[in-house]
């Protein structure tokens, strides 16, 4: 078998007891023999996801933590510091995707909690490691972001700030570490996870929402073949493209024709933004 970059690396992935995040580092586990340090909320969800690695639960640390935690960070890093670990990778893939909603309707706090685990947890995430990073000869930063970030979507004020701000973030990393470490920036369209059904648990029956989706195992390997190329910038899924394409030459025109699709739709998960 060809040798890749991966093999036998230490990551850190966060958002990892559950969709993107658990299937990104399953590939890293059963592929290429990397340990993963898999941070999650849920000691439940980790539990069986270390049960479903089988031989290979030797190689998956469960870390029971909340990514927007400073001090659960630094005591995370110096754990590792005192023990002589090293790590080579860090996936953020946590976030929270709150309820579809008109913006002039959405708490202030849920501003701020967004903002938190999808933006500043990430920043928090890599000033604590990249210590320990930059003593790998090939270390690696991937945040996973989202299609919201490209054209807004109605309904999702507090994501697509709190995505927008990370993609931001993370174009400046690229360049800024170009020749030092290996930074991405992923961009998935929308992907059929938990993130949704959590909302809603009939969107797997819309048609709608299924046609212009794309299942999770899919969208994990297109981030893990993105990955493995070493990809700086990735923009996944149909709907991402046509998002990133059209709000480029007709913005407004984008913006109305996406509120006119999850108008159209008629699911519960919108709701609330064209009561």
Same mark, same amino acid.
């Given at each position: 078998?060809?040798?890749? !970059?991966? =093999?036998?690396? *230490?990551?850190?992935?966060?958002?990892?007891?559950?969709?993107?995040?658990k299937?990104?580092?399953?590939?890293?586990?059963?592929?290429h023999? #990397?340990? +993963?340090y898999?941070?999650?909320?849920?000691?439940?969800?980790?539990?069986?996801?270390?049960?479903?690695?089988?031989?290979?639960?030797?190689?998956?640390?469960?870390?029971?933590?909340?990514?927007?935690d400073?001090?659960? !960070?630094?005591?995370?890093?110096?754990?590792?510091?005192?023990?002589?670990?090293?790590?080579?990778?860090?996936?953020?893939c946590?976030?929270?995707f709150?309820?579809f909603?008109?913006?002039?309707?959405?708490?202030?706090?849920?501003?701020?909690?967004?903002?938190? +685990?999808?933006?500043?947890?990430?920043?928090?995430?890599?000033? *604590?490691?990249?210590?320990?990073?930059?003593?790998?000869?090939?270390?690696?930063?991937?945040?996973?972001?989202?299609?919201?970030? /490209?054209?807004?979507?109605?309904?999702t004020?507090?994501?697509?700030? *709190?995505?927008? *701000?990370?993609k931001?973030?993370?174009e400046?990393?690229?360049?800024?570490?170009?020749?030092?470490a290996?930074?991405?920036?992923?961009?998935?369209?929308?992907?059929?996870?938990?993130?949704?059904?959590?909302?809603?648990?009939?969107?797997?029956?819309?048609?709608?929402?299924?046609?212009?989706?794309?299942?999770?195992?899919?969208?994990?390997?297109?981030?893990?073949?993105?990955?493995k190329?070493?990809?700086?910038?990735?923009v996944?899924?149909? =709907?991402?493209?046509?998002? #990133?394409?059209?709000?480029? /030459?007709?913005?407004?025109?984008?913006?109305?024709?996406?509120?006119?699709?999850?108008?159209?739709?008629n699911?519960?998960?919108?709701?609330?933004?064209?009561?």
């Amino acid at each position: 078998m060809k040798k890749c !970059w991966l =093999d036998k690396k *230490a990551f850190v992935v966060t958002g990892a007891s559950s969709g993107l995040g658990k299937g990104i580092a399953e590939k890293l586990i059963k592929i290429h023999g #990397c340990t +993963v340090y898999a941070i999650g909320r849920s000691e439940e969800k980790l539990r069986a996801f270390s049960e479903q690695l089988g031989d290979s639960a030797s190689l998956f640390i469960p870390v029971k933590m909340d990514v927007s935690d400073s001090a659960a !960070w630094e005591a995370f890093t110096n754990e590792l510091k005192t023990s002589g670990k090293s790590v080579d990778g860090l996936i953020n893939c946590a976030g929270i995707f709150p309820p579809f909603n008109r913006t002039l309707n959405v708490p202030e706090d849920t501003f701020r909690q967004v903002m938190e +685990v999808d933006y500043f947890a990430c920043i928090k995430a890599i000033n *604590a490691l990249y210590p320990i990073l930059s003593a790998s000869p090939c270390p690696a930063i991937i945040n996973v972001g989202s299609a919201s970030s /490209l054209a807004t979507i109605v309904g999702t004020s507090a994501y697509s700030a *709190a995505k927008s *701000a990370i993609k931001a973030y993370t174009e400046a990393l690229i360049y800024e570490q170009k020749g030092k470490a290996y930074v991405a920036l992923v961009m998935p369209g929308f992907a059929r996870t938990e993130i949704f059904r959590s909302q809603n648990s009939t969107i797997d029956s819309n048609k709608l929402f299924v046609m212009m989706s794309m299942p999770a195992e899919r969208m994990v390997n297109k981030i893990y073949r993105g990955i493995k190329r070493k990809r700086t910038r990735m923009v996944l899924g149909a =709907d991402a493209k046509a998002m #990133c394409f059209f709000y480029r /030459l007709f913005p407004r025109l984008t913006m109305a024709a996406i509120k006119g699709v999850l108008k159209k739709s008629n699911m519960k998960l919108f709701e609330d933004v064209f009561k």
